[in-house]
């Protein structure tokens, strides 16, 4: 059974599965290079038809990830907390899906699109959460577990709770917007000058500059209770056709709004403190919730507020749960999986695989591909014997490495396939990484990639972290070997590697320790501030000569900017 599943208006993406298996997922900003796009996925679609190696005519269903039959139910718009018009998907939808059945036209139209060729297009609106719930369920270590997942809203939901059993998803609560997690975080990081639905993660880095000094004054806005939450909305106005998110008694309790790009000043880090702080003690508050209600001992979460991964480091460390699943596509691009997954499962009940979680489903080229395109470039780029080894050399020397192998990831981390590396024992190379190479704002954080099994060597506690989605501390005795993966605070938003996850990225790694001792290197996503991460070929060649990388490794290829550099590359060339 040949199943699409699509998303779009926040993240758009589409990801491809036959009998349960995922061929192919990608978020369409990846194409269209514009970061978050939300446009229809046409582009990730057809990426997702030529991994299976079919036609749109051959999909048996399409999973979509809301369900505006909820709001054909509303008496007034008012009711769902927005007056969007996401009935309007009914249309959407299938006029953009239909385009792809060339020569054929509708003869009729149910809930099954009947075209006269005798295909039939069965398009399954999938409630919000419920996409959210299934990306985490069937793609999580383990058949049966508790389900939590937190966002913005979707439909009229903000926060799920669920008990997940073999292909059964049964939803035990939810929190209604404008009730929101996610939404109160945007309010905030909008409030911070930063981008809202984008800028979330510098606010969780900007947060560990300041003190929680507001925290107190923040908690009262948020009222925790035994079945979830209230947000005090009379200082927010995100749940209206406003300007801005906060209204203007938020303003007069926690100052004027910064100006985006404004220089920031104490206030700024102070009040970023405090909202993650509190947002940390509400979503403890869920997940204690749910452990009630659910009874289980595993948790799987998703949701865009589970991309948060000091809150998730807590959560693994307090929450009183054997084991924690945070979806690595958590985000909205992860329901386009999350709703073509309940399709496969929990409508026609195939049954579910057990392959290890993996988020590298996305573009993929051949040697022959790549040497295509370095010849049509005319780079004088080296065949190398082993680029891991070779690449390892280069960062032990300081280098800045773009790293380009085998399938791109779905989500927002890069996971040592569409990477940019570096040393993480130089204190300068988070300064000389921003200024060369990413141009991004000085109090973000860089990630260590560590081999799994020698990450207690570093990082307390070492437990597995594959998706770069939990904050683990460095070891006080550790923080003078990798200042340059070390907050301010004194965490790592650590990666746990292993050989048969990745086994490419694993051996660079290996190499690494081999020659400074130390088993991890520094990972940032292959792309600049503002741009999505790298996806083609084209796309690296780019990104690596508009910045001051040293050297690109890009399949079994490498080119460095330098002759010195390129000297030293022929040491590794082939023959």
């Given at each position: 059974m040949l199943v699409l599943g699509i998303n779009f208006s926040n993240d758009s993406a589409a990801c491809i599965l036959r009998d349960g298996e995922v061929l192919g997922a990608s978020q369409e900003e990846r194409f269209s290079r514009q970061k978050h796009d939300r446009?229809?996925?046409?582009?990730?679609?057809?990426?997702?038809?030529?991994?299976?190696?079919?036609?749109?005519?051959?999909v048996d269903a399409v999973g979509f990830f809301w369900n505006p039959g909820i709001h054909a139910q509303a008496f007034n718009w008012k009711l769902s907390g927005s007056p969007r018009h996401q009935l309007e998907f009914l249309y959407d939808v299938p006029n953009h899906l239909l385009r792809g059945y060339a020569g054929d036209t509708v003869a009729s139209v149910e809930q099954i699109f009947r075209l006269k060729s005798g295909r039939k297009l069965t398009i399954h609106y999938v409630t919000h959460h419920l996409a959210h719930a299934a990306s985490t369920l069937f793609r999580a270590p383990?058949?049966?577990?508790?389900?939590?997942?937190?966002?913005?809203?979707?439909?009229?939901?903000?926060?799920?709770?669920?008990?997940?059993?073999?292909?059964?998803?049964?939803?035990?609560?939810?929190?209604?917007?404008?009730?929101?997690?996610?939404?109160?975080?945007?309010?905030?990081?909008?409030?911070?000058?930063?981008?809202?639905?984008?800028?979330?993660?510098?606010?969780?880095?900007?947060?560990?500059?300041?003190?929680?000094?507001?925290?107190?004054?923040?908690?009262?806005?948020?009222?925790?209770?035994?079945?979830?939450?209230?947000?005090?909305?009379?200082?927010f106005s995100y749940f209206l056709e406003r300007e801005r998110r906060v209204s203007e008694l938020f303003v007069k309790r926690f100052g004027e709004p910064r100006a985006p790009e404004s220089k920031l000043e104490q206030h700024h880090f102070d009040l970023a403190a405090s909202l993650q702080l509190v947002t940390e003690e509400i979503l403890l508050h869920l997940a204690a919730i749910t452990?009630?209600?659910?009874?289980?001992?595993?948790?799987?979460?998703?949701?865009?507020?589970?991309?948060?991964?000091?809150?998730?480091?807590?959560?693994?460390?307090?929450?009183?749960?054997?084991?924690?699943?945070?979806?690595?596509?958590?985000?909205?691009?992860g329901t386009s999986l999350g709703a073509a997954l309940w399709v496969t499962h929990g409508i026609h009940?195939?049954?579910?695989?057990?392959?290890?979680?993996?988020?590298?489903?996305?573009?993929?080229?051949?040697?022959?591909?790549?040497?295509?395109?370095?010849?049509?470039?005319?780079?004088?780029?080296?065949?190398?014997?082993?680029?891991?080894?070779?690449?390892?050399?280069f960062l032990a020397g300081g280098a800045i490495?773009?790293?380009?192998?085998?399938?791109?990831?779905?989500?927002?981390?890069?996971?040592?396939?569409?990477?940019?590396?570096?040393?993480?024992?130089?204190?300068?190379?988070?300064?000389?990484?921003?200024?060369?190479?990413?141009?991004?704002?000085?109090?973000?954080?860089?990630?260590?990639?560590?081999?799994?099994?020698?990450?207690?060597?570093?990082?307390?506690?070492?437990?597995?972290?594959?998706?770069?989605?939990?904050?683990?501390?460095?070891?006080?005795?550790?923080?003078?070997?990798?200042?340059?993966?070390?907050?301010?605070?004194?965490?790592?938003?650590?990666?746990t590697v292993t050989r048969t996850s990745n086994p490419l990225y694993?051996?660079?790694?290996?190499?690494?320790?081999?020659?400074?001792?130390?088993?991890?290197?520094?990972?940032?996503?292959?792309?600049?501030?503002?741009?999505?991460?790298?996806?083609?070929?084209?796309d690296a060649l780019k990104c690596f000569f508009t910045t001051d990388m040293d050297v690109l490794f890009v399949g079994p290829y490498a080119l460095a900017r330098r002759d010195a550099l390129t000297a030293r590359l022929r040491a590794h060339a082939v023959g």
């Open positions: 446009s229809f996925p046409s582009q990730a679609i057809q990426f997702c038809l030529q991994r299976a190696g079919c036609k749109m005519e051959d383990f058949d049966e577990g508790a389900l939590l997942t937190v966002d913005g809203y979707g439909e009229r939901t903000s926060t799920h709770i669920a008990a997940g059993r073999g292909l059964e998803i049964e939803t035990l609560h939810t929190v209604e917007f404008p009730h929101s997690v996610g939404a109160f975080y945007a309010a905030v990081t909008e409030h911070l000058g930063f981008r809202a639905n984008s800028g979330e993660g510098k606010v969780m880095g900007l947060g560990a500059y300041g003190h929680p000094l507001h925290a107190e004054a923040l908690r009262e806005l948020v009222e925790l209770h035994e079945d979830g939450f209230r947000i005090d909305l009379r200082y452990k009630k209600k659910t009874g289980m001992r595993k948790l799987g979460m998703a949701g865009g507020v589970v991309l948060n991964c000091v809150a998730n480091g807590r959560i693994a460390r307090e929450s009183g749960f054997d084991e924690c699943f945070f979806q690595p596509a958590a985000g909205d691009a009940r195939l049954p579910r695989r057990h392959d290890e979680t993996v988020d590298t489903l996305g573009a993929s080229f051949t040697d022959e591909q790549i040497a295509e395109e370095l010849k049509r470039a005319a780079l004088p780029a080296i065949r190398v014997q082993d680029a891991p080894a070779a690449a390892a050399e490495v773009g790293w380009f192998q085998g399938r791109a990831e779905f989500g927002p981390r890069a996971l040592g396939n569409r990477s940019i590396l570096a040393d993480p024992r130089s204190a300068e190379m988070k300064d000389v990484l921003n200024r060369r190479v990413k141009f991004r704002e000085y109090f973000r954080p860089f990630a260590p990639s560590v081999l799994a099994d020698r990450a207690g060597e570093l990082f307390d506690p070492p437990d597995a972290s594959p998706f770069m989605l939990r904050a683990q501390r460095t070891r006080e005795d550790q923080r003078a070997i990798v200042p340059a993966v070390t907050h301010v605070d004194g965490t790592a938003r650590v990666q694993y051996r660079l790694i290996e190499e690494f320790a081999k020659r400074t001792g130390v088993p991890c290197v520094l990972n940032t996503s292959f792309n600049v501030r503002g741009e999505p991460i790298v996806n083609s070929v084209a």
